[in-house]
């Protein structure tokens, strides 16, 4: 190779290199106005008290309209099963009681004055036990469960006769504790 090659090539290399460097600048003073940040957004808490329908909130057991706070079931004249139309009711307190384990029930059954003492506290008792039967089978769990007859002791209604009898043929539901 000539020399005048080699200088050239030299040369060329030497401005492509040159070219190629990074120039270090002043940093360049941003006279813009900053963007104010957006405001955080407020945290809204969606697990409160959802309503009639929910059998989850212990503040169903205070609102009328929720199942929650029907606490009374009544039977036929001398029998122990639950009717159907009380069935939702006892389904709305085993979900209640399946999602709050500290909630604890006593089941009172009752009976009225027909039949001797030792009868009618048998039937209370009986009448307890099937409620409990059907909370225990809908997700409550048997130590969140209790049932005491009072047998013919604690009327609601002292008259005698059907209607009066009707009403005093009942299990109540009561929370000895809410969760």
């Known amino acids: 190779m000539t020399n005048v090659t080699r200088t050239v090539l030299v040369a060329l290399i030497t401005l492509g290199l040159a070219a190629c460097a990074s120039k270090e600048t002043a ?14 957004e407020p945290v809204v808490e969606t697990t409160g008290y959802q309503g009639p329908t929910d059998y ?23 029998k122990s099963n639950v ?12 979900t ?7 909630a604890r ?7 009225d004055e027909r039949g001797t003492r030792e009868y009618n506290l ?16 809908q997700g409550a769990a048997s130590n969140q469960l209790s049932v005491v007859s009072y047998g013919e002791e ?3 209604s002292t008259c005698s ?16 504790r809410v969760q």
């Open 105 to 111: 029930v006593t089941l009172e059954g009752h009976a």
């Open 122 to 137: 048998g039937l209370g008792e009986r009448r307890g036990n099937s409620a409990m039967g059907l909370l225990d089978a």
């Open 161 to 176: 006769n059907e209607s009066c009898w009707s009403r005093n043929r009942r299990v109540e539901i009561v929370y000895t």
């Open 83 to 94: 009717k159907p139309e009380y069935r939702e009711i006892l389904s709305a307190h085993a």
């Open 96 to 102: 209640y009681m399946a999602a709050n384990g500290g």
């Open 27 to 40: 940093p360049v003073e941003d006279t813009s106005t900053p963007e104010p940040m957006p405001e955080p």
């Open 154 to 156: 604690r009327p609601v």
């Open 56 to 78: 989850t909130s212990k503040e169903g057991l205070d609102d009328p309209r929720n199942l929650l706070s029907k606490r009374v079931i009544y039977f036929d004249f001398d």
